[in-house]
């Protein structure tokens, strides 16, 4: 689905990491260079030894701290920006707003959160225009991308 949407691998973040199977999909599929965000040091030292494993580790960083706290601390533009936070997180809205309107995103950026349909989301965020939802039973995954602002 992703090499539908998606146009600019260069850069990938995997906020709410778990295990970095987000990201390590997308590093397997091109990209250029993957962050995983992941608050639990447990899971941390599993994405390092799955990159370990996978031989994908020269092409990534591991990052143990909140999603919240990397959107306050990271400044580099990402093309891919995969969102995939616990199904009972009811602050995804938030960080979805806080990460279209931060320095993480440009025009060229695609934005996909997975997510509870208990907790829906908004069809814009900023300049983040949702251009694909699909829903498998309680998961929906939305697909956001930039949209030229009418001056």
Not at 39 to 55: D, V
Not at 67 to 96: C, H, M, N, R, W
Request: charged residues 25%; contains cysteine; glycine residues 6%.
């Amino acid at each position: 689905m992703l090499e539908s949407v998606a146009t600019d691998w260069s850069r990938v973040i995997d906020l709410y990491a778990g295990t970095g199977a987000l990201g390590i999909e997308a590093l397997s599929r091109g990209a250029g260079w993957a962050d995983f965000v992941e608050r639990r040091p447990r899971l941390c030292a599993l994405i390092k030894e799955n990159l370990e494993r996978t031989h994908l580790k020269d092409l990534a960083a591991v990052h143990c701290m909140t999603a919240g706290k990397a959107l306050s601390v990271f400044t580099q533009e990402y093309g891919l920006l995969l969102v995939d936070p616990p199904y009972d997180d009811t602050s995804v809205p938030t960080i979805a707003e806080r990460l279209a309107c931060s320095p993480l995103v440009g025009a060229e950026s695609t934005i996909v959160i997975e997510y509870s349909r208990r907790t829906p989301l908004s069809p814009r965020y900023g300049d983040f225009l949702e251009i694909r939802s699909i829903r498998h039973g309680d998961s929906c995954v939305s697909f956001y991308q930039h949209v030229e602002v009418a001056s």
